[in-house]
T-cell receptor, first 114, second 114 residues
Framework: GQQLNQSPQSMFIQEGEDVSMNCTSS?????WLWYKQDPGEGPVLLIA?????ELTSNGRLTAQFGITRKDSFLNISASIPSDVGIYFC??????????????FGTGTRLTIIP | KAGVTQTPRYLIKTRGQQVTLSCSPI?????VSWYQQTPGQGLQFLFE???????NKGNFPGRFSGRQFSNSRSEMNVSTLELGDSALYLC?????????????FGPGTRLTVL
């Protein structure tokens, strides 16, 4: 199945560091979404982006919808232990009336080193 | 408000068997989407149901099917199980669809096929 290219695959950082991850695609999307998944749980929506060029913040999280509509990035500032988990980007595209699809990135596993 | 619930949480089956997974959406949500999550393929969209009708479908074989009841609860069925069907199956609900509303994911059903 189709997937978005998400990088990096994993990150090992110290508490307090800033984090940056991004997603790229060969297709354009109408909406970019960023999710976080904790072990044993389903993904939880962090940020939704609806317009090319849009920059949105949610607390320490900032995400941007690329101008080409083919990419997005997520930044986390001053990481804390509860930021540990897997982060997924997702692109939503509407192909026609009643025909839409959400495509997920491959995920970035964030680990905080004590 | 209760979140999305999925039953069972864990399931072990053998090749050739069939399985039915259940998803209860958040009260008032009419759209239910199903996803398959594996380490190798990530999160892949299976299908979406709205008002008891399948509205969108991913690229999975016909062994994967689903349905939605009048109370918006949804079931997913996999027939003639294969080893590669081992995965975490997630369902997500939203008010009227992922293009306009936030999707909320359940904790998933982890299926192991032996």
């Amino acid at each position: 199945g189709q997937q978005l290219n998400q990088s990096p695959q994993s990150m090992f950082i110290q508490e307090g560091e800033d984090v940056s991850m991004n997603c790229t695609s060969s297709s354009i999307f109408n909406t970019w979404l960023w999710y976080k998944q904790d072990p044993g749980e389903g993904p939880v929506l962090l940020i939704a982006l609806y317009k090319a060029g849009e920059l949105t913040s949610n607390g320490r999280l900032t995400a941007q919808f690329g101008i080409t509509r083919k990419d997005s990035f997520l930044n986390i500032s001053a990481s804390i232990p509860s930021d540990v988990g897997i982060y997924f980007c997702a692109g939503h595209r509407i192909y026609g009336f009643g025909n839409e699809k959400l495509t997920f990135g491959t995920g970035t596993r964030l680990t905080i080193i004590p | 408000k209760a979140g999305v619930t999925q039953t069972p949480r864990y399931l072990i089956k053998t090749r050739g068997q069939q399985v039915t997974l259940s998803c209860s959406p958040i009260s008032g949500h009419r759209s239910v989407s199903w996803y398959q999550q594996t380490p190798g393929q990530g999160l892949q969209f299976l299908f979406e149901y709205f008002s008891e009708t399948q509205r969108n479908k991913g690229n999975f074989p016909g062994r994967f099917s689903g349905r939605q009841f009048s109370n918006s609860r949804s079931e997913m069925n996999v027939s003639t199980l294969e080893l590669g069907d081992s995965a975490l199956y997630l369902c997500a609900s939203s008010l009227s669809g992922p293009s306009t509303d936030t999707q909320y994911f359940g904790p998933g059903t982890r299926l192991t096929v032996l």
